[in-house]
């Protein structure tokens, strides 16, 4: 038999050797599938690295949250310029009043101002064209105002009038005795975000966006402390740094451009 032929002699000047035998054919075959394994094996093991170092480039270029106010995936300038990146739109727009607000806020009782009449503070006031009106939560930032909108609008600027802004017949500054809005977050419907920067200041700060919405809603990032304030009798009075107001939010939208008929 073939199996029990003695091995073919160690001489260096390779003498003819005898044909494989079924065994000898079977370890060439095996070697042939362990080679092949291991190709496959490395090219996955190869395939596998090339990945995740991709996947580790990519995850080093996502901003880190704090860093998202640069500029939007939209184009969209948010640190409150008009300029810049050129997408800006210039024409003509339309102001858009929300036909709805939902808060998610622990909100705040009436209070009495200074000629002793009660004021509230529900989400309406800040959609109500009055900057003197506010919407007042507790807490210092978090507090979420969700909007709705009659229809889908392509809105062309947002807006905040970041505090209380207003001042009592005798003469207390709420602005000053109030904390100030300084970051927000805005969301919309489709998953879009942009952050608007603010200044501690009165009146209505706009920002443009480039954004088609049936919804949007701000979330308050940052805010700042009031101050104490003195009226003309010259009482002083400590400021309220435990709730968080807005006067007013705005919007615009584009004219003519799609979707704005039903806010005429
Ligand atoms: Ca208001």
Known sequence: MTDSTPPAPSDPEDPPRPPLSKRGWLVVLASVAAVLALL?????LLNRALTDDV???AGSAEPADDSIGVEAGNGTDLDGDSGGDGTDYTGPSVPVTPSAVLPTCTPVPPAIDSTGRPHGYEAQNAVDGDVSTA???TGTSGQTLAVSFPCSIHLATVGIDPGHDKTDPDGSDRFTQNRKVT????TFDDGSTVEQ????RRGIQTMPVDQTARTATLTVLETVDGQPVTNRAGQQSAPFNDV????EIRFAAREGDGGDACVR
């Open 40 to 44: 496959a094996g490395g090219g996955y």
């Open 55 to 57: 996947s580790e480039v």
């Open 135 to 137: 919407w007042r939560c």
């Open 183 to 186: 970051k927000v977050k805005w």
């Open 197 to 200: 920067r603010l200044e501690p």
């Open 244 to 247: 968080t107001s807005i006067s």
